[in-house]
Antibody, heavy 119, light 107 residues
Framework: QVSLKESGPGILQPFQTLSLTCSFS??????????VGWIRQTSGKGLEYLAT???????YFNPSLNSRLTVSKDTSNNQACLKITSVDTADTGTYYC???????????WGQGTLVTVSS | DIQMTQSPASLSASLGETVTIECRAS??????LAWYQQKPGKSPQLLIY???SLHTGVPSRFSGSGSGTQYSLKINSLQSEDVASYFC?????????FGSGTKLEIK
């Protein structure tokens, strides 16, 4: 049974760095072809794909945010992390982590964590 | 990036009706298309993948079709629990992209 759960700061100020953690079970990032994806949902852009980190530490970033994104994994603890630098109000939204496979669609999503950027 | 244009933005239908939601890609996506249902306050749930394959546990009143740049999601015999927003997503090419969504309500 695959399960994922996001955790984050809830609220942060402009220009700060957003750090999110995805804790998951039911699969391992030590297994071939497994990945964790990050997607956000904002009022401005709707559902927006951000990045994926793969079992072999390969990474893909959406070019629209490429320079601001970092993803990492902790295989032994079944966690993945996303960081977004220099946030502004347009980054306000709900952030989801997902189980990813090379199929490219998302069968499993976390419950989402709301992030608000406000001064 | 591949642009996904979804229509209509909102839809109101009666219980028992059949509804269709359309998604048009800016280029051929070779059936690399998924449909999701999102209920208020919840995360999206996968309904259809590969344009027409029903995800495990999804009721058979949901179906997907299409090819090339044009795809559709059909819901037969609309039920009250189908009230939700529906999104398409292409995965033929990165970056993965989503449609803007269709909000379905009961008349």
């Amino acid at each position: 049974q695959v399960s994922l759960k996001e955790s984050g700061p809830g609220i942060l100020q402009p220009f700060q760095t957003l750090s999110l953690t995805c804790s998951f079970s039911g699969f391992s990032l030590g297994t071939s072809n497994m990945g964790v994806g990050w997607i956000r949902q904002t009022s401005g852009k709707g559902l927006e794909y951000l990045a994926t980190i793969w079992w072999d530490d390969d990474k893909y970033f959406n070019p629209s945010l490429n320079s601001r994104l970092t993803v990492s994994k902790d295989t032994s603890n079944n966690q993945a992390c996303l960081k977004i630098t220099s946030v502004d109000t347009a980054d306000t939204g709900t952030y989801y982590c997902t189980h990813s496979s090379y199929g490219g669609f998302f069968a499993y999503w976390g419950q989402g964590t709301l992030v608000t950027v406000s001064s | 990036d591949i642009q996904m244009t979804q229509s209509p933005a909102s839809l109101s239908a009666s219980l028992g009706e059949t509804v269709t939601i359309e998604c048009r890609a800016s280029e051929d996506i070779y059936n690399g298309l998924a449909w999701y249902q999102q209920k208020p306050g919840k995360s999206p749930q996968l309904l259809i993948y590969n344009a027409n394959s029903l995800h495990t546990g999804v009721p058979s009143r949901f179906s997907g079709s299409g090819s090339g740049t044009q795809y559709s999601l059909k819901i037969n015999s609309l039920q009250s629990e189908d009230v939700a927003s529906y999104f398409c997503q292409q995965y033929y090419n990165y970056p993965l992209t989503f449609g803007s969504g269709t909000k379905l309500e009961i008349k």
